[in-house]
């Protein structure tokens, strides 16, 4: 059983600033692709940002140059940096990880996901 717990959502004005925070537990043998997802009521869930084991990054267009994605492998934990926020960052930020568990003698691989952190900015 893995665990993802996500944390550092708010309210905030625009132009200002929030980190989030996602730590996976459990019987993690590895982690892939760590990241982070968001849904704004009535839309679709998109990508924000991505990050590999290699630390190559992906970022949704809507964010480039502004949000920055990081990861601490020691502690499974993937943050968030987001500068000079807009109202249309509202959403639920959900993190999600790429993970590889120790099942019994075995290992399996699959994708699981927080439950998710409000973040709304304010005009």
């Known amino acids: 059983q893995v665990q993802l717990v996500e944390s550092g959502g708010g309210l905030v004005q625009a132009g200002g600033s929030l980190r989030l925070s996602c730590a996976a537990s459990?019987?993690?043998?590895?982690?892939?692709?760590m990241g982070w997802y968001r849904q704004a009521p009535g839309k679709q869930r998109e990508l924000v940002a991505r990050?590999?084991?290699?630390?190559?990054?992906n970022y949704g267009d809507s964010v480039k140059g502004r949000f920055a994605i990081s990861r601490d492998y020691a502690k499974n934990t993937v943050y968030l940096q987001m500068n000079s926020l807009k109202p249309e960052d509202t959403a639920v930020y959900y993190c999600?990880?790429?993970?590889?568990?120790?099942?019994?003698?075995?290992?399996?691989?699959?994708?699981?996901w927080g439950q998710g952190t409000q973040v709304t900015v304010s005009a």
């Open positions: 999600h990880a790429d993970v590889v568990a120790e099942v019994g003698a075995g290992r399996t691989r699959n994708n699981y």
């Open positions: 459990g019987n993690i043998f590895s982690i892939n692709v």
């Open positions: 990050i590999t084991t290699g630390l190559s990054t």
